[in-house]
């Protein structure tokens, strides 16, 4: 949606792959918008649904069932959040919300929380002109994410005029004259705003299949094995309201993500239908442009490593991302992590203007295989001018982590 948005003459509609018809008159799917689930009884086999624009409940036997609630984007609890002007960007119609109220031509506008939605925005905004500051209660930015790899997007930001304010608690937000919002209140002070986006997370929908008896995983999510059943016979779950079985953990967790929802529900569909498949997991691969910046990540960071039993020792490199003697190119930055006793890598950051995103899948592959720092010196990357130099930055960074694990 953010790409989207930042072309106001494109339509948000253009974001659907599959319309109501298509899925009606082509597939054969017995679509019913606007109905919500009320209740699941699995003693029965049935579910509850109230047809929210005909009224009236009606119940519904099923043989299989398969639970894909999604995730909802989290809303402050605060005095004023609930203006026109506050928006949060999650449902396609928060998108067209969103994009409608930029035609009214706000001049400033807030982002609360800099995750990847708050850093893809404020590069979304500054480019339809609005002048924008990002507010983060953390410490710093992109929470979780190292601060080598945090201080190269906060110059980036900063050269682009983003405001960036961290470790602010937000208190309210204020009306103006119109009853629109026209301010956010925070611990440090005032910053006007015509329009305000609420960028803090979001939370799995979880709830009905808790009321119904499923197990619930310690995530908040519902929990499923590898074939997405659920704790009951005849229920699975995917996508956003599911745990998914991290390779680098090797336990379930919960990192609610497009290309994730999309392969559990592919395997979820199989299965009830008499398959056998697996979803082999996640390893928590993900990236986002920022301005001029590729920002990526797969695995765990340091903190998560201690967590988990871990003995970390990392490394951070520079290396560019074309041939010395081939025009253009641009530093890469690649940090990796692995565990100091075997070598066994655990995670890696990269960040650069070319270059950087797409090489997080190789250490997407090296991660899945549970690869030592050794396993990914000897990979046999492709190599031409054009876009790498002989030694690979994943390459480069892995010599240089081999080291430091051999010293210790």
């Known amino acids: 949606m953010p790409y989207n948005i930042e072309d106001p003459a494109r339509p948000i509609e253009d974001l659907v792959v599959l319309s109501a018809a298509e899925a009606r008159d082509t597939r054969g799917i017995d679509l019913r918008l606007r109905h919500e689930v009320i209740g699941i009884d699995l003693a ?71 995750g990847y939605i708050g ?20 410490p710093q930015l992109l929470p979780g994410w190292h601060p080598e790899t945090v201080a190269r997007v906060d110059e980036v930001l900063g050269a682009h005029g983003v405001e960036r304010r961290t470790g602010v608690t937000v208190e309210a937000a204020e009306p103006g004259p119109d009853g629109r919002v026209a301010a956010v209140l925070t611990d440090g002070g005032r910053l006007e705003a015509e329009l305000v986006l609420v960028a803090a997370g979001v939370r799995p929908n979880a709830e009905l299949a808790a009321a119904a008896g499923l197990r619930i995983g310690d995530s908040g999510a519902i ?17 956003d309201c599911a745990e998914a079985y991290h390779r680098v953990l090797r336990r379930n967790a919960w990192l609610p993500l497009g290309t994730t929802a999309n392969k559990q529900g592919r395997i979820a569909g199989a299965n009830i239908t008499g398959a056998a498949e697996r979803f082999r997991g996640i ?46 190119g641009s530093p890469v930055q690649v940090r990796l992590l692995a565990d100091r006793e075997t070598g ?12 950087a ?50 010293a210790q």
Do not use: C
């Open 44 to 114: 029965a086999g049935t579910v509850t649904a109230h047809d929210r624009d005909a009224g009236g409940e009606r119940r519904e036997s099923f043989d299989a069932l398969v639970i894909a609630t999604g995730a909802r984007a989290i809303r402050l609890p605060l005095t004023g959040f609930d203006l026109p002007g506050v928006h949060v960007l999650r449902e396609l119609g928060d998108g067209a919300a969103l994009k409608a109220a930029l035609e009214h031509g706000p001049r400033r506008a807030v982002i609360v929380g800099a």
């Open 119 to 138: 850093m893809e925005m404020a590069h979304v905004l500054t480019a339809r002109g609005l002048a924008v500051t990002v507010l983060e209660r953390l």
């Open 223 to 239: 929990w499923v094995n590898q074939s997405q059943l659920t704790s009951h016979e005849a229920v699975w779950a995917a996508g």
């Open 283 to 328: 390893v928590g691969t993900a990236g986002f442009v920022v301005f001029e910046l590729e920002v990526a990540r797969s695995g765990i960071g340091e903190e998560e490593a201690r967590r988990e039993g871990f003995d970390p020792v990392s490394v951070t490199i520079r290396q560019r991302s074309r041939a010395h003697g081939y025009p253009g």
């Open 344 to 355: 066994l890598l655990l995670g890696g950051e990269l960040v650069g203007r070319e270059g």
């Open 357 to 406: 995103a797409l090489r997080a899948n190789i250490l997407a592959a090296a991660l899945a295989n549970h690869m030592t720092v050794g396993d990914l010196q000897g990979l046999d990357l492709a190599y031409a001018p054009p876009f790498a130099p002989v030694w690979d930055p994943v390459l480069v960074a892995a010599n240089q982590l081999a080291k430091e694990v051999a």
